[in-house]
Every structure is written in structure tokens, then in C-alpha cells.
């Protein structure tokens, strides 16, 4: 099913709960979502179940829609289709196409393929011109020929807060598909995010993407920083 069916699925089909994700920090549901007689399985993450963040306003689950709206955007398969619902059974919150046969691997064990090197490099730009404060090893999924980014509740604070596992490429040269993603990204429209993010939060993410194409290499980490650079726990 192509991307733009999954959304149209996932926006306008019903709702219906099959359980809780019991590894998920915040209440994540299992739901199963049927339209025109197709079903498809979803995450469901509403604002009703989110903990309180000192440093984030409620409402993560608009953060993972932004995330996939962006990485679309800007031409990186890089996550599940996520879409936002105002009408769940638990309330507003989003909807991310299920991975079903994810395996149990994560970055860590995965790291080494070099098939999935400029996947991850995608990924790892992504996450600065995200500003990811999040990216653990579990947050990688693996369906036994390609990865997919999951857990993008934590982007796009107003602080530079980097926080990822994904520092294996630090110092090296952007590839030329990720330079081409990141010169869209300069070019986002405010649009793309309505009701979303904050208009200073998007520009962030034009500003991010500038400055990573001007030094025109990964960034490295920085433990000196008041942030530390690594998420915990690290999977």
C-alpha cells in the first residue's frame, strides 16, 4: 500500500483498541484500524496518557506526526506514516502505521550491515535537524531488510539537546543524498506544520539544516555541554 493510502487509512478508518505496548514509557495502545474493509495495525499514542516533561508542552504525539511530515517532506523513508486523529477512542493523539514484522533486533545489533549505512546516516542528519533528545538503540527497528525510526515524541525543543546513539558517522563528509535532503529542509513551509510545532520551533529546523550544510560533515559529540550527548537508558 502506498504512503499516501496509508494516510488516507490511518485519518479516516475506525478505531478499534487490541491492547497496551507495555514497553512504552508513555501509554501507547495497540490498535487495529479498518477502511473499506482493509485492516491495518497502529500505534496509538494519545495526549491523555502522556507523563508531565518540564521541558516539553503536552501533546508529544504532535511531535511524532511532525517527524514523519518532515522526513517525507524532505524525501527520507525514514519512519512508519504517522498521522494525527482528533477522534480516538482515548482522544487526540496519533496514529503510526504498525511495523509487523519487526524482529528483535535494534541500532546496536544492526550497526555493522553496510547495506543500511546510508539509512542510517539518513537517519542520523535527521535527528539533528530534529533536534532528537531520544534517539536510543530501541528506537531503531529492524523488519528483516530495512530499518524504521520510531519514538519521535521528544524533537524539536527550542534548546540544542542532542541526544542519540547514532555517532558512528561523527566528523565524516554528508553524503550526497543527505545533502539533498538537508537543502530541502532549508525550504520547509511553515504549512507543513500547522497546529503542530511553533513557528520558532520550525525555523529552527530550517536554521539546524543550514548550518549542518555549511559545515558540510556530521556533527561530534559533546560532553562538556550542559546536555549530555547519549539518551539513557542507551537501548
Known sequence: MKNDEVVRHLRDGDIEVVGKIAASSNQALLVDVTHGGTRLSACYKTELGERPLWDF????????????????????????VTV???D????????????????????FTVRDREELQPWFMALAAFDVIANNTDRKSGHVLFD??????????????DDSQLR????????????THVIE???????????LFADLLTVREI??????????LSDNRFPVPNDDGEWPPYP???I
Not at 203 to 212: G, K, P
Request: net charge negative; aromatic share 10%; proline share 7%.
Open 181 to 191: 535532503a538537508l537543502t530541502r529542509a532549508t525550504a520547509v513551509s511553515n504549512d
Open 203 to 212: 525555523n529552527a529546523i530550517r536554521q539546524r539544516a543550514t548550518e549542518l
Open 232 to 234: 539513557w537508558p542507551l
Open 164 to 175: 542519540t546513539v547514532i555517532w558512528d558517522f561523527a566528523g565524516m563528509p554528508l553524503p
Open 144 to 157: 528483516g531488510s530495512r530499518c524504521w525510526g520510531i519514538d519521535q515524541g521528544l524533537c524539536f525543543g
Open 84 to 86: 494525527e486523529r482528533n
Open 88 to 107: 480516538g477512542p482515548y482522544g487526540p493523539g496519533s496514529l503510526q502505521l504498525w511495523v509487523a514484522t519487526a524482529t528483535d533486533d535494534h541500532y
Open 57 to 80: 508542552p503536552e501533546g508529544l504525539w504532535r511531535r511524532e506526526v511532525a517527524a514523519w511530515r518532515l522526513a517525507d517532506a524532505i524525501g527520507l523513508d525514514l519512519i512508519p
